[in-house]
């Protein structure tokens, strides 16, 4: 606000002041001013004064101003000082002399204009300037015409006092100049107007320059004036030409100048780098040394191990953690090479590195290697190795950083064997099998004279003692099962445990299919031989199925697919064989899998039913109850016999269903029969039970529910297992069988004489009879051996007060004789067949006695 009433009061001249010449103080402005409206006035008089002259005079200054101008062009610069001398002046002086002040004047203010146009963009400088010169020209070339008009009108104008008078003149009008150009930006800075010792320094040569070019002017116009015009036509030029010249004179005097001050500058600063060069080296030095006892401190105190070793692998320097690490001495170490300290596997892998060393673009390595220790172990060492020139040696070596990862690598080497190895019996697990067999899959496709063969091998029932004797018991047995597999193989076989109780072998250069079947024969023989699990002695054996690299495999997957099925065709054939895969085996795999999901469905779907066979006194001729046998009744195969079905359903864990169907429904319908014919209250009904439902903890409670649920008395319910089961699961089944008779059932040997069974163990087990198996009956007359084994099983069970059951009774002959033996009870064919329930419901109404 207040900024702008100051402005409005100054005025608009103060502000087109302030536009253009804002650093402009007061007295420099009065300066300028005074200077310009002198000037101006000094130059209207002077062309008012040449207005009147003739044309010649207006040429003469207009050439005069002209050749000023181009002087101008040709500087001639002081060399070691920014002065320079422009040799103007003497056409200015000359023309002073010829045609008067007015004309000088008016050439000078256009010389000066011209010239500070050249080198100022401001006009404040481009107007002071010829008017700085207008008023000194008029005052210096009005003075010298009024000296040199006294002096003629005294006679007194001669050559040396025009001479003498113009070089005053001219030293005068350089004052003048040099103190009016020089004087505005003194007095912008605030400084004295009049300052003698600048105007002192500006003058020295440049005023005695203005002089010479004086006395030029004065000799040209002393000879105008003696020999007119035309004498300046000659000199001029000469005049011109010599300026010119002395213009690149002074130029390459300059250049000269200038060359030899680099030269100078160069030998100093080469000097002074020699110096500073000399300097450095020292420093340089003095680095080294200490970088040099850095190293070798660094070396011998470091935690790592370092060598320095020659291309050959020479050992030259050792530090003591390198020593440390191999468990050697330095004199012991200094004396080696390193490729007699890597065991003999990692130095190809060394030599390679190190030979890689020789090439010029080696730029070192790093690898681990196994090294061998004093004590006699290996060490796992983690390498690096460079490049390595030790000051003051002439010859570059390596230089050698090794750590002990020993550790790390057994981690590793663990880790690897833990993903490809099984832990249980250690050997290779199925991940490791199908990548070796995927390798042997690769090169029969490219090389069809590589063949191989691949065996399945799954153990009969393995589940059986898995389940009756535990699992520390059943892991044992695969341990063994494993090592004996292991010791009949070539050392260039695969064997791997796939899972459970599957196993698989990969015979690679299997040249002949014999060598391989041969080999399964050895096998299946070594797993027959019966294994000791602590006390007791278990008989396995194992099936197996055999497939070729013939049949032209593309995967492994598919190899493993195929040796399996034929593996389950073995076990279809009867257990503990081999059989050999060929592609009619896939649809009887297929068939087999499609049955099993059809009985899952079966036992759901109640297709399942229950046959009866009915059991009698043989002396008295009287029916004393019946036997339970499953039934499927399929609806595409019609009524399936149980030995279709049971082993399916007991690899696949559906025996406990059927178990608990078969026992419901045999309880249920005695029952129904007790109550519907209260004479038959005495029947009793057999259960065949199965090995898994032994050993299932569960089993016992099964029993009871069915008996409670149905109502039946225990007394009436009698459980069959076969002598092998009750044999070979005697541990486990010892307390389940003591809990089946406190709950009060009958049990039952069935298919006794078939077995091993100790006489002593049978004695002390909680049997209430014995079934002889039908083998025995079937052959009863077919000579004395078998009448003796029936008699002694008869006997036998006299002695240990057994009841004896004979089944499979096929004729009067087989009855009579079993009756006249002394065996009491049986079952057979010639006395009935298994039944249906209902059948058994009209024979219970028509009558039981045998005929
Ligand atoms: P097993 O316990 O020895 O049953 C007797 C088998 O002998 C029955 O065969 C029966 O039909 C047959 N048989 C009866 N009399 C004669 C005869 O005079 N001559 C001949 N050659 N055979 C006769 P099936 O019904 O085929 O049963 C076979 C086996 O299946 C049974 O043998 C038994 O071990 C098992 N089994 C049957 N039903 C069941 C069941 O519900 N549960 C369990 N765990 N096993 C069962
Ligand atoms: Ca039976
Ligand atoms: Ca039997």
Not at 115 to 124: I, Q
Not at 355 to 363: H, K, P, R, S, T
Not at 479 to 507: S, T, Y
Not at 666 to 694: F, K, Y
Request: aromatic fraction near 8%; glycine fraction near 6%.
């Amino acid at each position: 606000m207040s900024t702008t009433k100051r402005s409005d009061a100054i005025g608009p001249l103060a502000r087109l002041h302030h536009a253009l010449m804002p650093d402009y103080n007061p007295r420099a402005t009065a300066f300028w001013w005074s200077a310009i409206v002198g000037g101006a006035a000094v130059l209207a008089v002077a062309l008012a004064a040449l207005s009147g002259q003739a044309w010649t005079a207006w040429l003469q200054t207009a050439a005069a101003m002209l050749l000023a101008l181009l002087a101008g062009l040709f500087p001639m610069r002081v060399p070691r000082s920014k002065n320079s001398f422009v040799a103007g002046e003497i056409f200015i002086f000359l023309l002073l002399l010829v045609q008067g002040p007015a004309a000088a004047t008016v050439a000078a203010a256009g010389e000066a204009f011209v010239a500070s146009c050249r080198t100022s963009k401001r006009w404040t400088s481009r107007l002071v300037s010829p008017a700085i010169a207008s008023i000194s020209m008029t005052v210096a070339g009005t003075g010298l015409s009024w000296v040199l008009a006294s002096l003629q009108a005294v006679g007194r104008d001669d050559a040396a006092t025009l001479l003498a008078c113009a070089m005053a003149f001219s030293a005068l009008y350089f004052l003048l100049t040099a103190l009016g150009v020089s004087g505005v930006p003194r007095l912008k800075r605030g400084e004295p107007f009049f300052q003698i010792a600048s105007l002192l320094s500006v003058f020295r040569w440049v005023g005695i320059a203005f002089a010479g070019s004086a006395s030029m002017a004065s000799l040209l116009f002393v000879a105008y004036r003696q020999s007119g015009a035309s004498v300046l036509m000659v000199m001029l030029p000469l005049v011109g030409m010599l300026l010119v010249t002395l213009h690149f004179y002074f130029r390459q005097q300059e250049a000269a100048e200038s060359a030899r001050d680099v030269n100078a500058e160069m030998v100093a600063r080469e000097a002074a780098m020699s110096a500073r060069a000399t300097a450095v080296a020292e420093q340089h030095l003095r680095e080294l040394q200490a970088s040099e006892q850095r190293f070798h401190a660094a070396f011998t105190h470091a935690s790592i191990g370092m060598a320095l070793m020659a291309f050959d692998g020479r050992l030259l320097q050792v530090n003591p953690a390198m020593c440390a690490l191999l468990g050697a001495d330095p004199q012991a170490l200094l004396a080696s090479r390193i490729q007699a300290l890597v065991v003999e596997d990692d130095q190809p892998l060394l030599s390679t590195q190190l030979g890689l060393a020789a090439e010029d673009d080696f730029e070192g390595f790093h690898c681990e290697l196994r090294c061998h220790h004093r004590d006699g172990s290996v060490v796992w060492l983690d390498v690096h190795c460079g490049f390595f020139t030790e000051p003051g040696a002439s010859l570059p070596c390596l230089i050698l950083q090794a750590q002990n990862v020993t550790a790390r690598r057994a981690a590793e080497d663990g880790l690897q064997h833990l993903a490809f190895h099984d832990s249980l019996t250690g050997l290779a697990n199925r991940r490791r099998f199908l990548e070796c067999l995927t390798g042997a899959v690769e090169r029969a496709r490219v090389e069809h004279a590589h063949t191989y063969s691949v065996m399945f091998l799954d153990f009969d029932r393995f589940k059986l003692v898995n389940d009756s004797l535990g699992h520390n018991a059943g892991d044992e047995l695969l341990i063994q099962m494993a090592r004996r597999i292991q010791e009949n193989l070539r050392p260039g076989d695969i064997v791997a445990r796939l899972g459970g109780d599957e196993f698989a072998v990969l015979i690679e250069r299997a040249e002949r299919e014999r060598d391989t079947i041969v080999l399964a024969e050895r096998l299946m023989e070594a797993l027959k031989r019966p294994f000791q699990l602590g006390a007791i002695e278990i008989v396995a054996s194992a099936s197996i199925g055999i497939t070729f690299s013939a049949f032209g495999y593309e995967s492994a997957e598919e190899v493993l697919r195929d040796a399996d099925t034929a593996m389950y065709r073995a076990k279809a054939q009867g257990r503990a064989g081999y059989a050999l895969f060929d592609t009619a085996l896939h649809t009887a795999v297929s068939d087999r899998l499609r049955l099993e999901g059809e009985l899952r469905q079966a036992i759901d779907h109640r297709q399942l039913t229950v046959a009866y066979q009915p059991l009698f006194d043989l002396v008295k001729g009287r029916l004393i109850g019946f036997e339970a046998l499953v039934r499927w009744n399929h609806p595409v195969h019609g009524m399936l016999d149980p030995m279709a079905f049971l082993p399916m359903a007991e690899e696949t864990g559906l025996m406990l269903q059927l178990s608990d169907f078969v026992l419901h429904c045999a309880c249920q319908q005695l029952r129904q029969w007790q109550i519907s014919s209260p004479a038959h209250g005495a029947l009793t009904m057999s259960v065949n039970v199965s090995a898994n439902d032994l050993s299932n903890p569960a089993f016992v409670a099964q029993v009871g529910r069915a008996l409670v649920e149905a109502h039946l008395s225990p007394a009436h319910l009698t459980l069959e297992l076969t002598e092998n089961i009750l044999m070979s699961s005697i541990v486990g089944a010892r307390d389940t069988l003591d809990r089946l008779r406190d709950l009060g059932v009958q049990l039952a040997v069935d298919d006794f004489g078939t077995g091993y069974s100790s006489l002593s163990q049978l004695a002390r087990l909680p049997i209430n009879s014995l079934k002889i198996d039908r083998s025995f009956i079937g052959q009863l007359r077919s000579g004395p051996n078998e009448m003796a084994v029936v008699q002694a099983i008869i006997e036998l069970g006299r002695t240990l007060q057994k009841t004896v059951v004979a089944e499979g009774i096929e004729s009067a002959d087989q009855m009579s004789m079993l009756r006249d033996m002394g065996c009491v009870q049986g079952q057979g064919f010639h006395l009935a067949t298994p039944m249906t329930a209902q059948a058994v419901g009209d024979l219970l109404r028509d009558g039981t006695h045998l005929h």
